[in-house]
């Protein structure tokens, strides 16, 4: 079971950035994808989750309004749109599966790959 994210960078406040999340080693269009990310010093923060079944889409109030999130199940990937970028999402991105189809309230991220470095700033 494996799990990318890419597509992180540096923006300005205000500018958007889109994660990729692609996926190999399992069938990753039968199983909710989660999206969470970590700074430095910080807990782990959980911010959105796409279901399998009815790709049910869950965002932390943190992102509610800003975040999107969406998945292509022919390349098997989960996107996370991330626009009006502030300073505090800057973070290292991951995207995980507990291998459960629903979106749990509480994520294990059992499954995570290397996280991919989101920087705000003017």
């Known amino acids: 079971v494996q799990l990318q994210a890419s597509g992180g960078g540096k923006v300005q406040p205000g500018e958007s950035l889109r994660l990729s999340c692609t996926t190999s080693?399992?069938?990753?269009?039968?199983?909710?994808i989660h999206w969470f990310r970590q700074a430095p010093g910080k807990e782990r923060e959980g911010l959105s989750c796409i279901s399998a079944k009815d790709q049910a889409t869950y965002f932390s109030d943190a992102v509610e309004g800003r975040f999107t999130i969406s998945r292509d199940n022919a390349k098997k990937a989960v996107f996370l749109q991330m626009d009006s970028l502030k300073p505090e999402d800057t973070a290292v991105y991951h995207c995980?599966?507990?291998?459960?189809?629903?979106?749990?309230?509480?994520?294990?991220?059992?499954?995570r790959g290397q996280g991919t470095q989101v920087t705000v700033s003017s």
């Open positions: 995980a599966t507990d291998m459960i189809n629903y979106c749990s309230r509480y994520p294990l991220y059992t499954y």
């Open positions: 080693g399992f069938n990753s269009n039968n199983e909710a």
